[in-house]
């Protein structure tokens, strides 16, 4: 069930119809029939996963709580065993072939003999995002966030929600639970926000992502066929397209979430205007980068085995080395993990890993890097410098792209090679050299897409976006809605419509 089709339109009708006529005290069991019937609608065999690591997480929670407050062993114990075993199909799944494929390529260099074949199975729909949050439940409940749920319907409401299934964002039960539980008034106001947001998040998708995506494929997926300078633009086109795909289904969720005052957390903001890699990281999946800081970079960096390399660091390399040495220590697990999330590949942890460099460097060189700003007479605060910083930043980015969207790292390393040996500058004269497969109506409309995407993010950059939406008559609102609706029936004619956001794919 797309969430740009008629079908869903229909759906999300029906639901907000239904949670607003039944009692207050009802409305989230509309909720857990709505969660049902879209994930079934992908498929009927699959559900048997979902309900698993619901009731894994929701025993393994109560019998934390049983536990009491004290950290034990047997507490840890439980803790432990719940986490493997939320754990354990999705990394089968997800992972049985990568761990397999590189196992019997090890031995194969002893045993030349040996042979490994790829088992054919399907990843269930949204794994990866319910598999965190149930982890995410059980360490909460684990380090007395807030009492474990009694009423399993309920967690498996938060558990099954349909807005963060496919994609997030990452929700925390002690949050979401607030608003999806308390019982929620119609307003008009919130209506006509949300349909408003929504509308914007199906202009990004289907009136920019979509349409770019056959120029981005055809120069990525042949790039030996295109120049250097093709594929530098099909790289910046890829990333504008990831993020329009990614932040337009955030913009449709968030907008129905409010349509029934439940409370979706944000999962972007502005990520184009990030001066260094980490911030990008603070801008960008913003709910996964929180997830990954709680659950994987504060316990390692607060280890044992995280102190000890801390102290042996400081009285070794000094108090500054000594004081970054942990963050480092947990980053590497991080950056692994967050690799590995992704996609069960060597290219995605090559991805990962790049981010991890470039952003210890970055912390590493601080000081050499102030000092050489200030020998150069460069000041932070100026246009210019900010500007310089986003377009090296974006170029970071996009460059690290190379890696995850090749198949393996032999392609990647072939199409940077191929970048640079043939890059062929005498193209940038040729317009129709860039955007293939588009036609000039679907150029048009993306450019103007595009353009508007970057505007409202200059304007909440700059903290001007409400007040300029509060100051736009009503009659000018009214234009722009009506030319997006237009926009997107022009891009929706004859298109295909059923295929799926980006972001699901991991």
Same mark, same amino acid.
């Given at each position: 069930m797309s969430l740009v089709s008629l079908v869903c339109f229909k759906f999300a009708l029906i639901t907000v119809l239904l949670y607003f006529l039944v009692l207050k005290e009802a409305q989230?069991?509309?909720?857990?029939?709505?969660?049902?019937?879209?994930?079934?609608?992908?498929g009927v065999?699959?559900?048997?996963?979902?309900? *698993?690591?619901?009731?894994?997480?929701? $025993?393994?929670?109560?019998? &934390?709580?049983?536990?009491?407050?004290?950290p034990t062993g047997r507490k840890k114990a439980v803790a432990l065993i719940t986490i493997l075993l939320i754990m354990s199909s999705w990394i089968v799944l997800k992972y049985g072939n990568f761990i397999a494929g590189n196992a019997v390529g090890l031995a194969a260099l002893f045993v030349p003999s040996l042979s490994f074949e790829r088992f054919e199975?399907? &990843?269930?729909?949204?794994?990866?995002?319910?598999?965190?949050? *149930?982890?995410?439940?059980?360490?909460?409940?684990?380090?007395?966030?807030?009492? *474990?749920?009694?009423?399993?319907?309920?967690?498996f409401t938060f558990l099954s929600f349909f807005p963060h299934m496919i994609q997030g964002p990452f929700s925390r039960f002690g949050?979401?639970?607030?608003?999806?539980?308390?019982?929620?008034?119609?307003?008009?106001?919130? &209506?006509?926000?949300? $349909?408003?947001?929504?509308?914007?998040?199906?202009?990004?998708?289907?009136?920019?992502?979509?349409? @770019?995506?056959?120029?981005?494929?055809?120069?990525?997926?042949?790039?030996?066929?295109?120049g250097g300078i093709q594929i530098i633009f099909a790289i910046f086109l890829y990333s504008v397209r990831l993020y329009a795909d990614f932040s337009g289904y955030m913009d449709i969720v968030c907008g129905f979430c409010h349509i029934l005052d439940i409370g979706l957390e944000e999962n972007f903001r502005q990520p184009f205007f990030a001066k260094t890699v980490d911030?990008?990281?603070?801008?960008?999946?913003?709910?996964?980068?929180?997830?990954?800081?709680?659950?994987?970079?504060?316990p390692a960096s607060m280890s044992k085995s995280g102190m000890k390399l801390s102290k042996w660091a400081r009285g070794k390399w000094g108090p500054k080395l000594g004081k970054l040495i942990s963050g480092y220590f947990a980053m590497l697990f991080v950056w692994t993990a967050t690799?590995?999330?992704?996609?069960?590949?060597?290219?995605?942890?090559?991805?990962?890993?790049?981010?991890?460099?470039?952003?210890?460097?970055?912390?590493?060189?601080?000081?050499t890097y102030s000092a050489l700003k200030e020998k150069l007479h460069i000041k932070?605060?100026?246009?210019?410098?900010?500007?310089?910083?986003?377009?090296? @930043?974006?170029?970071?980015?996009?460059?690290?792209?190379?890696?995850?969207?090749?198949?393996?790292?032999?392609?990647?390393?072939?199409a940077i090679g191929h970048t640079i040996a043939d890059f062929r500058i005498s193209l940038i004269t040729q317009p129709s050299a860039f955007l293939l497969d588009m036609f000039r109506e679907e150029i048009i409309l993306a450019g103007i897409g595009v353009a508007a995407m970057f505007t409202v993010d200059i304007l909440n950059e700059s903290g001007k976006w409400e007040k300029v939406k509060s100051a736009c008559p009503i009659v000018l609102r009214a234009f722009i809605y009506s030319a997006m609706i237009v926009m997107i029936a022009l891009m929706m004619k004859g298109a295909d419509i059923s295929q799926g956001f980006m972001y699901a794919n991991f």
């Open positions: 989230w069991f509309i909720l857990l029939i709505a969660n049902i019937v879209f994930y079934l609608s992908y065999k699959y559900i048997v996963f979902l309900v *698993a690591a619901g009731l894994v997480s929701y $025993c393994g929670a109560l019998l &934390l709580e049983k536990e009491g407050r004290k199975w399907v &990843l269930p729909l949204g794994m990866s995002f319910y598999t965190f949050h *149930a982890i995410g439940y059980v360490v909460d409940v684990y380090r007395k966030k807030y009492p *474990a749920e009694k009423n399993f319907l309920k967690y949050d979401l639970s607030k608003t999806m539980f308390r019982g929620n008034s119609f307003s008009w106001q919130r &209506l006509c926000e949300g $349909c408003a947001r929504i509308l914007w998040g199906a202009f990004k998708k289907i009136v920019i992502a979509d349409p @770019t995506a056959s120029t981005v494929n055809m120069i990525l997926g042949s790039y030996s066929e295109y911030e990008y990281w603070r801008r960008w999946h913003i709910t996964l980068g929180r997830w990954f800081r709680d659950y994987v970079f504060y690799g590995l999330w992704h996609g069960a590949n060597w290219t995605y942890l090559v991805w990962g890993y790049l981010n991890l460099i470039v952003i210890c460097s970055t912390m590493q060189l601080s000081d932070s605060e100026s246009f210019a410098w900010k500007l310089f910083c986003m377009i090296r @930043t974006f170029m970071l980015i996009s460059f690290f792209r190379f890696f995850s969207v090749a198949p393996d790292l032999g392609a990647a390393f072939s």
